[in-house]
């Protein structure tokens, strides 16, 4: 492991990324100051990064094809070993664990166009590629393949890696000692959807050893509008999703994605560093993706259901970024006192 300077405002950040001059490019948005700026790290500016819920970044040397996790809060640095096939254009990537107390964690990159995943366990000599075949039956047995991935949260509990499948089941990877990936489920009913909001997005999110589901309704058919918000936690003992009214008043739940929710991102962060009014506890941070052209965060304080609405680039005005603002966020999230949930 190596370190670096980092030029990060303090985390969680929204990064904006234009893609057009230097410096108009990677402006940051801190939760906690609502202070923005455009310095940045030479990793987020000269490599292929990729966000992960657990604050670490995965770092991709166009030139050599070199890869590393890094975390931007202190610039530490986990060598990974170069990528022989190029990654494709969409993707997403996870960690099945902590990186540095979980040897064996697994870095995980799925591609969001094609059934393939891209695998490499901390201390491995290569990443290896994996295709993997889920079928689907629409009405009429007619069959359909599907994406883990694509239009649907993802989180990783417990080394093991959880995603949405079908209205009855919830899928999950584990991975073998030599880290190579097994795909199983669990029998599980998704929530009810009102028939009324008719469109939603939803979030998977670990927060402190445990699963939650994050449904944001929108009115009617205006994403521009969040309408309710619904969260529910995991219980694998059943298994069953239990609606909850609370997240902890220790942490804040940090929700986004690429555009038109392509893929989802869902990520829990502690609030024990943020006194002062700066990230609120129990609260979600939702940058509404679904809506391109605005980029809303909305804070929706999950206890009494009130919302606030920022517009932390309101000054970028309507140009179209090369992705959506995206999430920084600490690796300090998941307090080692607390157990992890078994199933």
Known sequence: MEGESSVILPLPVLVHD????AEDSLTQYSISTRASSTAASDVLRDHRCFETPQGWMLALDPASSQTFLFRPQDGERIRLPPLEEALPLRCKCLLSDNPIAKPGCAVVVFDLDDSKMWTCNIGASKW???RYQLTMFLDGDVPREKNMAKCHGMAAVGGKIYYEITADELGFIRFNCDGSPELDTIAVDMVD???SMPMATTYLVESCGELFLVVIFFDGDNVHKVAEHAVYKMDFSRPAWCKVDSIGDDRA????????????????CSTAHHDGGGLRGNCMYFLNHM??????????DVGNGTEQVQRPFRHKGYMMPVRPPFWLVPTECTPGNRQHIQN
């Open 18 to 21: 234009l893609g057009t001059r």
């Open 128 to 130: 290896e590629i994996h």
């Open 193 to 195: 959807l009102p028939l």
């Open 253 to 268: 739940f940090l929700l986004g994605g690429d555009r038109i929710g392509i893929s989802n991102f869902g990520a829990s």
């Open 291 to 300: 809506a391109i052209t605005e980029n809303f965060l909305h804070v929706i």
